[in-house]
Structure formats: C-alpha cells, structure tokens
C-alpha cells in the first residue's frame, strides 16, 4: 500500500481489527438511513394519511431499481477498483472510478426523463389503482428530478470509504440524514406541503450529500481520484469495455434490488386484491422495513468487500476466509436481532406509520412477526452473495439473487394465500429466503 493509505492497512493489518474499523462509521451511515426511512414514513404516515403511504410504495420500487443501479456501479468500482490498488495500479484504479460515477449517473438522467415523461403510466406500470395515481405521481416528479445528485452520491460513498476514508463517507449520509429529517418535518407540518413536501426534502438532503462526495473527490482524496477521461475512439472503448466488467461484478447486488422492487410489486397486487388499499398501506409499513434489513447487511457487504477484493487481488486465500467468517458472524447477529425486535415490537413499529382509526392498523401488527421470521435467513443469503461479488464470482452470485428474488418469491406470494389465507402473504417473503437459503447450503458445499 501507498503511505498515504496508512491510515487503513488492507494487506496486512489483522482482519478483526479491519473488519470492525469498516463497520462502525459504514454501520452509523447505515443505521442513519434506517432512522431516515423510519422517519420519513412515519411524518408521511401520521402528515399525509395512509393513503399518502401507499402511494410512496408504489414509488419506492422505481428508486429501489435506480438504487440497484447505483449499487451495481458501487460494488462493481469497488471491487475492480479494490484488486488494481492491490497490485499498485493506482492509475487504472481512478479511471475506473471515474468511469463509474460518469456511467452510474448517465444512467439514471435516461431513466428520470423517461418517468417524468408519463409519469401516470408510470404508476399504472408499479402497481397503482387510479385513487393513489394522483398521490404517487407528485412524489415521484420531485424525486426524479434530483435521483442524478443522489445517484453520484450513492456510488461516491463506496469509493471514499475504499480510500481509507470511512468516516467521511458516514459524515455525508448523516448529514443528508439529518437535514432530510428536519426539512420532512418542516415541509410536512408547518409549511403543510403533505407527500410532496417529503419528496423535495429527499431531494435536497441528497443533493448536498454528493455535493460533499465530489468535494471530496476533488479536493481531499487520498489515493482515488476523478480522472480526466480521453474522448477519443480507442478511450471511449475502452471505458465501455470497463463499465461492461464493473456492471457484470455488480450486476447480483443490482439485481437484488431489482428483486426488492419485484417483490414490492408483486405485494402491492396481492394485498390490493386480497385486502384492498387498507392491505397495500399495511404492507407498505412493513416494506419501510426492508431498508432496515438490506441496509444493516449491505454494511456488512461494504465492510468486508474492500478486504476480501484486496486478500483476492494478492491471492491471499487466509484473509479472504478470515473475512467470509466474519461477514457470517455479523450476519448472524444483525438477522437475529432485527427478527427479535420486529417480534417483540410490532406495535411500536406499526405506531411509526398508521394511527391505531385506520383499518390497516391491525392488519399490520398481525402481519410483522410472520414478516420478521425470515430475516435471518435474508440476511445470511445477502452475505453469501455480496462475498462471491468481492472475489469475481458474479455468475453464482446472480443465480442465488435470482432465486431469492423472483424464482421462490413470486410463487409464493401467489399460492401461500390461497393455501393458508391473509397470513401466506406475510409468510411469503420468508419462505423465499428460507428455501434460498436451504438451496445455497446445498450447492456451496462443494465450494
């Protein structure tokens, strides 16, 4: 490593001791945007009426697949970026970088004007009656119109933390965090700009947040910079070539969150059926949820993901199973804990978005503990997949996020219904991760 990368050792200081330097600012960051989403759907909840809430889950699967795709380059950078700066490629590592953010947020631009070109076609397309078409449709403006500062922010956070600067990546997001929390309060209730005011508080929050990435990558890095591209032929083919790899290093965690917004879809029409509106706000409390879940493993992933890409850069297969155990350990601990907590307080959960008149009340708080069983089991199976992205096994990884996301998932959402009632819904989500799970033992044991 380079002497001003001493700050963070990934060649030779023990893992443990890596590992848990990692974890805590990534888990701070991590655990600021639990209590951002908690936040923002209880102000949207208890300011704009449930109906208010339905209608973000309608958006939410839109941003979760722009998220993926901010994921996707993240991971995809990283990982690349991670075994150049193993073998002293330091060059090679900032053009990729550079690459990514310019590819990540080109992306996003493409797929924001089309969205806010129909946007009603839009809702229709994710699940909406005609009743909440109004609702989505002005959340969903507000925030497409900024995804592209959230996006460079999004990637951003993985290539500072990967220059050895962990806490000045936690530093963006509890900034963005925080100033979100008090513009939600402030557009919500005393300016009472309701489910619109929430999605213009998003939009600025995140907007200073990449200010402060870019920032960083201009004035303060250590290492890992922003690269003057070429735009001749040979350089524009060579960037495509090299966003092609990074996407296929990432394309499993951005098809994990892919596999959230299908698996948010698919609820969407099966409670509206089952339940109607009243259902589809209910399970959108529990979907306020999956951030909690996914963004507690991801810190994990982003964690341990520097380490294991760097031990497989310089083929150091000890410190590369030292830190697959200690991604399992956390793991364990993060799905046994979250489980606990949603059994143990789903009232408490469901206070944080509906008021105890509205017909969804109820359903959620029977809903959550079946809901909660399966996080072990997701947490783990997120674990399993983000260490095959860090060591270039992006083929199993795509098949086992393939199978946890659509293969199990969507058929049990449609038969468990019908076999067992309203509570096959709730379980669905679970007895997909559980057979992922059971399927990933079974084939990785050779491995």
Known sequence: MRDNRDAIDFANEPVGKLFRKMIVPTLISMISMVILNLTDGAFVGHGAGSDALAAVNIAAPIFNLLAGVGIMFGIGSSVVASIHLSRGQTKAANINITQALIGAVGITLVICIAILSNLAGTCRLFGSNEALIPLASSYLKWIALCEPFTMFHMVGVFLVRLDGSPKYAMATSLVGTMLNIFLDWLFIFPFGWGLEGAAIATSISFSIAALMIIGYLVWKPKTLHLYRLRLTKKSMMLTLRNLGYQCRMGFSAMLGEVAVSGV???????????????????????????????????????????????????????????????????????????????????????????????????????????????????????????????IEQSTRATIYTLLRGFVTVIPCFIFLPRIIGNQGMWLAIPVAEAITFLIILLTQRKH
């Open 264 to 390: 948010i879809i698919t609820g969407n029409y099966v409670f509206i059926h089952y339940l109607g509106e009243a259902g589809v706000a209910a399970y959108s409390a529990a979907c306020y949820c999956f951030p909690v879940i996914f963004m507690m493993a991801n810190a994990i992933v982003q964690s341990g993901q520097p380490i294991v890409s760097f031990a497989h850069g310089i083929n150091n297969t000890k410190r590369q199973d030292e830190a697959r155990r200690t991604m399992l350990r956390w793991a364990c601990i993060a799905g046994v804990t979250i489980s606990i907590l949603m059994f143990i307080g789903a009232k408490q959960i469901t206070k944080l978005f509906l008021n105890a008149s509205e017909p969804a009340y109820q359903l959620c708080i029977d809903g959550l503990p079946l809901f909660g069983t399966g996080i072990l089991f997701a947490t783990l199976n997120i674990e399993i997949i983000g260490y095959l992205q860090s």
